[in-house]
């Protein structure tokens, strides 16, 4: 798996999340725990929402 946002591998990391994108319902997203924290821009692959 990796992060949605920053594309980082996360292998050992046990703070992300992953959730379906909230527009489409298609795709999953997956967030490290940076990422979640800074509020980095994620994108779905789908249908190119873009969310916090």
Known sequence: MKCTSC???LVS???F???K???CMKETI???G???RKS???V???CKFEGP
Request: hydrophobic share 15%; charged share 35%; net charge positive.
């Open 7 to 9: 594309k980082k591998m």
């Open 13 to 15: 990391e046990d703070n």
């Open 17 to 19: 999340t992953q959730f």
């Open 21 to 23: 994108c909230p527009s």
């Open 30 to 32: 997956i967030r490290c």
């Open 34 to 36: 940076s990422c979640r």
């Open 40 to 42: 980095n821009i994620y």
């Open 44 to 46: 779905c692959k789908k």
